[in-house]
């Protein structure tokens, strides 16, 4: 059940209508039923395994939660590490074993027999609610979650629908704190979850997807186009990747303020960042936050040595690299962005002041090193990755792809990223609500059609 389909929508709409009717006991019971029918709608099979691993989790916490030492949390992280390594990495891990032989083969080392294959389905979300339970299980540890917690507290933080399937990742003491009040929405309020639902949909919609039918063609056969059709397709993927992620979070986080439940924000404006670091802070926020809190300070941060700092940055982002997916196209997207983020820590120090010129210039070198990077995240192999880079840089001809409405696109990009960098753009929206109603009402309407002729799939599905 997409959140850009018409089914999403219809279930929505009576969920919402039951929802503000009821007392606020029967709302929580309502929120996790109609979570565990949300993922079940995705398939029936690995709702039992994961409302299985949800109940694992739970039963562990409460055997623990008086007691937890180090070689208890340790085993509770294991378990759920053990459980995201046998669907995702299983068959990575056999291919980076068999590509192993096989060099130590082509020297002579060791004989090599044909590579096996083991076909596993992925379970939707489960990189997601992996780290959110782990990071549970941490915190529990340093003694933030004080309060005894029940089954269907745990249970609805872990399936709560809107930010399910790909976040934001949420910590339990920002969530348990507006699950556990009274539930209201004001009229304010009210006016930013619509906002958000529209702008999600519209960065989605229109935006991401028109992109992606444009592209995919560029990405799946690379060879075959010319150098600036390649161009077209590394720009267009970036800001594809922005418009469908953000627009998903967007819509997550309109959607459960609608609940009455406010949930962090994933997104500002990434792609106005002039430092590396900067982007780490703009994109995928929560995600940043998990990585640093649970992986990066753990190692020892930037409070040990400068070359145990540098090795500290290389691993987390590797580590947040592979997180994305098993491949080697992942692995080498996490390992650029190590290498940029030491490379500025190395040679840039922080100033409280930069010149308006510094900026641009800093940010544009940003967004295209970004965009380099994407070209592997993209790729469904390193081999088309460097095919990409290699026709750029030699100037390739071939076919030609063109996106007829790329100006239109591209202004709503800009228009849409500024409203998510200002947020007085929210008070805007508020106080001119009559004369932006035509604009909304022309947007809905294209989302609408857009919609009922065809829904994509949001890419962090995948993860």
Known sequence: MLFNSFVFFVFFFFLHLVYWNIDSKKKKYLLIFSSIFFYG????????????????????????????????????????????????????????????????NFIGIVGLENKPTTEIILPLAISFYT??????????????????????????????????????????????????????????????????ILSGLVKKVIIADSIASAIDP???????????????????????????????????????????????????SPY???????????????????????LYIPLGGNKISKYRTLWNLFFTMVIGGVWHGANYTFLIWGFLHSLYLIFERIFFRKRNFYPLWEKIIRGVVVFHLVALAWIFFRSDSVSKAFTITKGILSKSHG?????????????????????????????????????????????????????????????YFQF
């Open 41 to 104: 709608f995705w398939s029936i099979s690995f709702l039992f395994h994961f409302l299985f691993i949800v109940c694992v989790n739970y039963f562990f916490y409460r055997f623990t939660y008086l007691k937890l030492t180090k070689t208890k949390l340790f085993f509770g992280i294991l378990i759920n590490l053990f459980n995201l390594v046998i669907f995702k990495y299983w068959n990575f891990l056999h291919s980076v074993l068999f590509d192993i032989l096989g060099l130590l």
């Open 131 to 196: 780290f959110q339970i782990i990071g549970f299980h941490i915190d529990n540890y340093r003694k933030e979650i004080s309060d005894k917690i029940s089954l269907l507290e745990f249970s609805t933080f872990i399936l709560f629908f809107p930010q399910l399937v790909a976040g934001p990742i949420m910590r339990f003491q920002e969530f348990i704190s507006r699950f556990r009040k009274k539930k209201y929405i004001s009229e304010k309020s009210n006016y930013v979850a619509l906002f958000f």
């Open 218 to 268: 560029i990405f799946a056969n690379p060879a075959d186009y010319n150098w600036k059709s390649l161009v077209l397709g590394v720009y267009g993927f970036s800001i594809q990747i922005y418009c469908d992620f953000a627009g998903y979070s967007d819509i997550a986080r309109g959607l459960s303020l609608s609940l009455g439940i406010k949930i962090p924000a994933n997104f500002k």
């Open 272 to 294: 106005f960042s002039f430092s590396f670091s900067e982007f780490w802070t703009r994109w995928h926020i929560t995600l940043s936050r998990w990585l640093k809190d649970y």
């Open 399 to 459: 076919l030609n792809s063109n996106m007829p409405n790329a100006p239109l696109l591209i202004l709503l990009f800009f228009l849409l990223h500024y409203f998510e960098y200002s947020p007085k753009s929210f008070g805007f929206v508020r106080r001119n609500f009559r004369v932006s109603l035509p604009v909304f009402g022309f947007l809905v309407a294209v989302v609408i059609v857009t919609i009922t002729s065809n829904s994509m799939s949001f890419i």
